[in-house]
């Protein structure tokens, strides 16, 4: 049975009120053990047909992506006040979190460097200095 927490279904709530979604994961997957024995080296992507709606996948064949919205509830990526660094997937609180000036990913205080002319861009895109 689900429980409203805080606006929140017992399934997204992490028990301080925050959604959990969106996160980002494998794609949905199963465990084949009778490929290798044991769990490493046993995961079998599920057909993208099958995926549920509440899955994105960062770029064709990639298997990863993020999961933007409870499957139980609905709650939405819109809904949830945090949204995950797109370079260390730690959670950051909507209005903190911060837009490479280059490349346009979601970033955390830790991972953001600032260039040379001033702009807030990640890590990775100062270590490559890139141009604007």
Same mark, same amino acid.
């Given at each position: @049975? *689900?429980?409203?927490?805080?606006? /929140? ?16 994961? @494998?794609? $949905?997957? /199963? ?10 080296? +046993? *995961?079998?992507? !599920? ?28 709650? +939405?990526?819109?809904?949830? $006040? @945090? ?7 730690? $959670? ?19 991972? #953001?460097?600032?260039? !040379?002319?001033?702009? +807030?861009?990640?890590? #990775?895109? /100062?270590?490559?200095? +890139?141009? /604007?």
């Amino acid at each position: @049975m *689900t429980h409203a927490i805080n606006g /929140r279904c017992d399934h997204c709530d992490d028990g301080q009120g925050q959604c959990l979604y969106p996160y980002y994961g @494998m794609a $949905p997957h /199963r465990h084949d053990l009778s490929k290798t024995g044991s769990f490493i080296g +046993s *995961t079998v992507v !599920d057909p993208k047909d099958s995926w549920p709606d509440n899955f994105v996948e960062d770029e064709p064949g990639a298997g990863c992506g993020v999961y933007t919205k409870c499957p139980v509830c609905g709650s +939405s990526s819109e809904d949830c $006040p @945090m949204v995950a660094c797109e370079m260390c997937l730690a $959670p950051v609180e909507v209005a903190e979190a911060l837009k490479c000036e280059m490349c346009g990913i979601t970033i955390c205080d830790a991972c #953001e460097a600032i260039d !040379d002319s001033g702009a +807030s861009v990640c890590r #990775e895109c /100062r270590e490559r200095g +890139s141009e /604007r």
